[in-house]
């Protein structure tokens, strides 16, 4: 935004289009490019009025800027993002594997770049060393339950978790695609990808059921303890122990693992080294 505010500050003919709806707008575009199509007519509304005022898409895209310091930026496109592939997961995959996947390894890779990568600094959630704990990332929690979590009402009337039901039958095909250790034939690369992405699923289902989750209030209720069922990281984090126990080596580089660390809830990024970081790629029995 500075670049924008020293090139209108060059000539009058580069100011006018430094103040340009058209800039700001495909500024915000980029930025941002999974806001929902209705964002225009939600900019109306909120300034109360029929259309677009001028100078409205940079008021928005400052305000957008000031909710974190610039340096997150691209921490709210990811967060963008997640809310997307929710959204995709709730509407379902009619049984197609493949569209699952990449979806929901997305979401994972996105989840662990907003809790662990993304470098937050500390003034800007207080306290908190988690998004959680600003307020924006607090109504993302929020609103990201709503697509996760039905109220009691509409299971009782056999309405589905859709999302958390993909993410259960995503959460199975992690599981059963470890059963390529127990292959001479793969090779040690595919392992490696195998097992980093149980390990993402495992970390990307805490988040979800345990950070993001504890965001809504009534966690005791019917439908959050259905939620609690199918939203399993334990079944991904066992099936790697079950690996380790029976010789295989699990063990993940410290490059290989999310750039700010882990708590000790993901204890599964941390298996013992036997034959140096291999990534889960021999078995020494």
């Known amino acids: 935004m500075s670049d924008v505010d020293s ?3 060059c000539c009058t003919h580069l100011a006018s289009l430094a103040t340009s709806d058209d800039l700001w707008k495909q500024l915000v575009e980029d930025f941002w490019p999974l806001l929902p199509p209705s964002l225009e007519r939600w900019l109306c509304e909120s300034a ?3 259309s677009l005022r001028p100078g409205l898409w940079r008021r928005f895209y400052r305000w957008r800027c000031s909710l974190l310091p610039f340096s997150c930026r691209h921490l709210i496109a990811r967060m963008d993002e997640v809310e997307h592939l929710l959204g995709t997961a709730a509407r379902g995959f009619a049984g197609d594997a493949a569209a699952r996947a ?3 390894d997305r979401l994972s890779g996105c989840l662990l770049a907003i809790f662990f990568s993304c470098h937050v600094p500390s003034r800007a959630v207080g306290h908190s060393s988690s998004v959680l704990g600003h307020a924006i ?5 929020r609103r990201l339950t709503a697509v996760l979590y039905r109220p009691d009402d509409d ?7 859709a999302c958390a039901e993909e993410l259960g039958r995503w959460t199975g095909d992690i599981i059963a695609s470890l059963d390529e250790f127990y292959e001479p034939s793969v090779p ?4 490696q990808a195998t097992l980093l992405r149980a390990l993402r699923c495992a970390s990307a289902l805490t988040l979800l059921r345990d950070e993001i989750g504890a965001q809504r209030a009534g966690t005791g209720s019917t439908a959050s303890l259905l939620l609690r069922d199918v939203l399993s990281p334990e079944r ?6 079950s690996l380790e126990m029976e010789g295989f080596d699990v063990s993940v580089a410290p490059s290989l693992r999310p750039a700010r660390g882990l708590p000790p809830s993901h204890g599964w990024w941390y298996a013992q080294t036997r034959q140096g970081y291999l990534g889960g790629v021999t078995n020494i029995r």
């Not at 990332?137 to 929690?141: L, S």
């Not at 299971?155 to 978790?161: I, K, S």
């Not at 040690?188 to 392992?191: H, I, M, N, S």
């Not at 991904?236 to 122990?241: D, K, Q, S």
């Open 102 to 104: 990449a979806c929901c």
């Open 7 to 9: 090139l209108a500050q």
């Open 188 to 191: 040690r690369a595919k392992l």
């Open 48 to 50: 109360g009025c029929a």
């Open 236 to 241: 991904v984090a066992e099936a790697v122990r």
């Open 155 to 161: 299971v009782g009337r056999g309405q589905r978790h």
């Open 137 to 141: 990332g607090a109504a993302w929690a």
